[in-house]
């Protein structure tokens, strides 16, 4: 069983900086794909930021080149650093973890909200 504990979500002001991280318990933290989903109000979940164990990485439209995802398989951590962040950024940012054979986890989300 793998558990997702998100954390670094809050209030940012447009142009401004936050930084999220997601600890994952157990062993497949290595073996797995990992990837970054954002749900704001009345609309669907979606895809920001995705990183397979290949290394390659994959961005929304919306976000390329102001977010950046990465790992550290010695922490167990996935980041998602997100900079120049607008209030069209604003939603709950959920970590997700793949690992074939071995499961798809979720987080219990983090609130991110941009305003001035």
């Known amino acids: 069983q793998v558990q997702l504990v998100e954390s670094g979500g809050g209030l940012a002001q447009p142009g401004g900086s936050l930084r999220l991280s997601c600890a994952a318990s157990g062993s497949i933290f290595n073996l797995a794909d990992l990837a970054w989903y954002r749900q704001a109000p009345g609309k669907q979940r979606e895809l920001v930021a995705s990183?397979?164990?290949?290394?390659?990485?994959n961005y929304a439209d919306s976000v390329k080149g102001r977010f950046t995802i990465s790992r550290d398989n010695a922490k167990n951590t996935v980041y998602l650093q997100m900079d120049n962040l607008k209030p069209e950024d604003t939603a709950v940012y959920y970590c997700n973890l793949f690992a074939p054979k071995r499961g798809n986890y979720w987080g219990q989300g983090t609130q991110v909200t941009v305003s001035s």
């Open positions: 990183l397979i164990t290949s290394g390659n990485t």
